[in-house]
């Protein structure tokens, strides 16, 4: 799943199926539904690096720098 609406080609057979996450804010069982996948391991993020609060301006510069493969989590 992709949460920025990337419509592009997955690779190495992978398909992309582009979600907009406002259209399910109020659809409580597809929420659930996208939950549970994620706790059954069905879908899995790639967290690149993860950094407390008050190093946003550090995760900012990666992100900008380009190349992160992954996410960067902030953590409060």
């Given at each position: ?46 967290v690149a690096r993860t950094f407390p609060a008050e190093q946003a301006a550090e ?18």
């Amino acid at each position: 799943m992709t949460l920025r609406g990337y419509d592009g080609p997955g690779e190495r057979g992978i398909v992309c199926e582009p979600i907009l996450v406002f259209r399910y804010a109020r659809e409580r069982a597809e929420l659930d539904r996208l939950r549970q996948q994620v706790e059954d391991g069905r879908i899995t993020l790639r967290v690149a690096r993860t950094f407390p609060a008050e190093q946003a301006a550090e995760a900012h510069r990666l992100l900008a720098a380009g190349g992160v493969r992954g996410r960067l989590v902030l953590t409060f």
